[in-house]
């Protein structure tokens, strides 16, 4: 219950995250960069997208099905043991994608976005605490 | 209010919101036994239904505070559904936090009220 509560609680700080650079996004309106000025930078490189899909876009959605996922877990809602593989999953690709966005920044743009970082601190908490309690 | 600080009692408190829908929806019957006897007597619906459209109503507040959206009336539905717990369910041990989320939630209120709104309000003053 606890480590459910924990991973909902990411999930959300990342809703609320990712909902704020889309939005930032849609009125094309820059956003707060508390780490430098280099947000923008990484937020409208080409690799601001996959495929045709914004990164903002698809992080809000993953952080979305994992907190239905993680809610689903705690009301007991069947199958509890496919919802539990699927977090798994969806968590464990999820940080491996953060893995190589944040090799981007690092070795490719050569900028750091603060948001960008957050996510991925939030995703590899969220993976740390399936890794011990799952 | 300062941004950065708004913006930590919004996420903070719509997270609060939506885990209380969550594990009320969890076991309605349970949190239904928070509610005085004479509360639960002017119920139309069975008690576990009104407890269930309670935790949908604290989860589409909790999410409308999160994403930061029609805050203002997220965040005024929050405090008179507050002010109907703390009536409904008095003052206890457990219910005695709420008044801190109740001001918490005012000063979102407050803080996020459209211009518009603002301007209605004083001309109504006048």
């Known amino acids: 219950m606890t480590s459910l509560a924990l991973i909902?609680?990411?999930a959300a700080i990342g809703i609320s995250e990712t909902s704020y650079l889309i939005?930032?996004?849609?009125?094309?309106?820059?956003?707060?960069?508390?780490?430098?000025?280099?947000?923008l930078k990484v937020l409208t490189s080409q690799y601001s997208r996959i495929f045709i899909i914004p990164?903002?876009?698809l992080g809000f959605l993953s952080y979305l099905v994992i907190s239905f996922i993680a809610?689903?877990?705690?009301?007991?809602?069947?199958?509890?043991?496919?919802?539990?593989?699927?977090?798994?999953?969806?968590v464990a690709i999820a940080s491996l994608v953060s893995v190589f966005?944040?090799?981007?920044?690092?070795?490719?743009?050569r900028a750091w976005c603060f948001w960008c970082l957050m996510s991925a601190l939030t995703i590899w908490l969220m993976e740390i605490i399936i890794l011990i309690n799952f | 209010m300062r941004i950065a600080g708004f913006h930590i009692l919004r996420v903070g408190l719509a997270i609060t919101f939506?885990?209380?829908?969550?594990?009320?929806?969890?076991?309605?019957?349970?949190?239904?036994?928070?509610?005085?006897?004479?509360?639960?007597?002017?119920?139309p619906i069975p008690l576990s239904q009104a407890m269930i459209g309670?935790?949908?109503?604290?989860?589409?507040?909790?999410?409308?505070?999160?994403?930061?959206?029609?805050?203002?009336?997220?965040?005024?539905?929050?405090?008179?559904?507050?002010?109907?717990?703390?009536?409904?369910?008095?003052?206890?041990?457990?219910?005695?936090?709420?008044?801190?989320?109740?001001a918490a939630l005012l000063a979102i209120m407050i803080d996020s009220l459209p211009q518009d709104v603002i301007n209605k309000i004083k001309f109504l003053k006048k």
């Open chain 2, 54 to 102: 309670t935790a949908i109503l604290d989860i589409i507040i909790g999410f409308l505070l999160l994403i930061d959206f029609w805050g203002w009336i997220a965040a005024l539905l929050g405090a008179i559904h507050l002010i109907i717990v703390l009536l409904v369910s008095g003052i206890t041990d457990i219910t005695v936090r709420d008044i801190g989320l109740l």
């Open chain 1, 23 to 39: 939005r930032k996004r849609i009125t094309f309106e820059k956003p707060v960069c508390p780490l430098g000025e280099e947000c």
């Open chain 1, 101 to 109: 966005f944040t090799y981007l920044q690092w070795k490719v743009i």
């Open chain 1, 55 to 57: 990164n903002d876009l």
């Open chain 1, 71 to 90: 809610a689903f877990l705690v009301i007991g809602v069947e199958p509890v043991k496919f919802w539990t593989i699927a977090l798994k999953i969806l």
């Open chain 2, 18 to 43: 939506l885990w209380i829908g969550i594990l009320i929806l969890k076991s309605p019957e349970s949190w239904g036994g928070y509610l005085k006897p004479w509360a639960a007597g002017l119920l």
């Open chain 1, 8 to 10: 909902f609680t990411l």
